[in-house]
């Protein structure tokens, strides 16, 4: 299977300050998927970009498809940002393979 | 648009015991995953289905885990009998199909064995 390794696996920010979450993946991945697991468990989906750069409010997504990696921008964080953040690339049929996640802590 | 819908939303058993899941996707779609999410790690997928068929499930361990999506809509995914390794949060996905779809997470069954 794609082995996916997420960087760096903890991060304390201070409120208001931006960040930066990267993935990569060991082999090409149909498409890719982040989500932020809020400390109910819940995985909310933030983007699903296989290629390309996304902005959804204080966050954007860039993913390089050739160079098999993606980045999450956090600007102005913000305390109901803490949580751990997953990125998931699918293969096969839609398959997805996760990493161990960034755990991000925000601190006011 | 409802989302994916799971219950129980925590379950505490005593190992050897049997403990059953239960999973309604977002009205529509065709394809269901089960997931399992132990503690520090990423969610692995246990079975997936596309309609009432089995797609995938290499990482599924079938002496003690089955699941079943009979009609092709909610499903079942059952443990029995339970082991201490088997703590962990089971999670629920659908896409609407198994083409490169988002998939949909519902908010999981947290599992603890004693």
Known sequence: ?108 | EAGVAQSPRYKIIEKRQSVAFWCNPISGHATLYWYQQILGQGPKLLIQFQNNGVVDDSQLPKDRFSAERLKGVDSTLKIQPAKLEDSAVYLCASSSDYSNQPQHFGDGTRLSIL
């Open chain 1, 1 to 108: 299977g794609i082995q996916v390794e997420q960087s760096p696996p903890d991060l304390i920010l201070q409120e208001g300050a931006n960040s930066t979450l990267r993935c990569n993946f060991s082999d090409s991945v149909n498409n890719l998927q982040w989500f932020h697991q809020n400390p109910w468990g819940q995985l909310i989906n933030l983007f699903y970009i296989p290629s390309g750069t996304k902005q959804n409010g204080r966050l954007s997504a860039t993913t390089v498809a050739t160079e098999r990696y993606s980045l999450l921008y956090i600007s102005s964080s913000q305390t109901t940002d803490s949580g751990v953040y997953f990125c998931a690339g699918s293969y096969g049929n839609n398959r997805l393979a996760f990493g161990k996640g960034n755990q991000v802590v925000v601190i006011p």
